[in-house]
């Protein structure tokens, strides 16, 4: 397994932007592709985005299309989220997850990752 760890959230008003980072380890030297969900207090853990191994494909939930946007950096072993245009509906835990080892392409539900991170609150006042 590829251990996880995410930082960059925090509190910040609607309208406003934050960038979430997700830095892996463990089995680095084997290629997967990456996500990101969310669950927010009392709802379920919801998928947010993902890219695959090259980063040439990417895909987003209805929700955040056109304010988030996923990329990485394999050589920093580094996913990121960009968040703009920030909503107060957009406040959850954003939880980093991993493909298994050798899952290039794109997921976009939970079972399909086997890896998870312990979460990083994102909170957008009104």
């Known amino acids: 397994q590829v251990q996880l760890v995410e930082s960059g959230g925090g509190l910040v008003q609607a309208g406003g932007s934050l960038r979430l980072s997700c830095a892996a380890s463990?089995?680095?030297?084997?290629?997967?592709?990456m996500g990101w969900f969310r669950q927010a207090p009392g709802k379920e853990r919801e998928f947010v985005a993902a890219i695959s191994w090259t980063g040439r494909t990417t895909s987003y939930a209805d929700s955040v299309k056109g304010r988030f946007t996923i990329s990485r950096d394999n050589a920093k072993n580094t996913v990121y989220l960009q968040m703009n245009s920030l909503k107060p509906e957009d406040t959850a835990v954003y939880y980093c997850?991993?493909?298994?080892?050798?899952?290039?392409?794109?997921?976009?539900?939970?079972?399909?990752?086997?890896?998870w991170g312990q979460g990083t609150q994102v909170t957008v006042s009104s």
């Open positions: 463990g089995r680095t030297s084997s290629n997967y592709a």
């Open positions: 997850a991993a493909r298994d080892p050798g899952r290039t392409t794109i997921a976009t539900t939970r079972p399909d990752f086997g890896s």
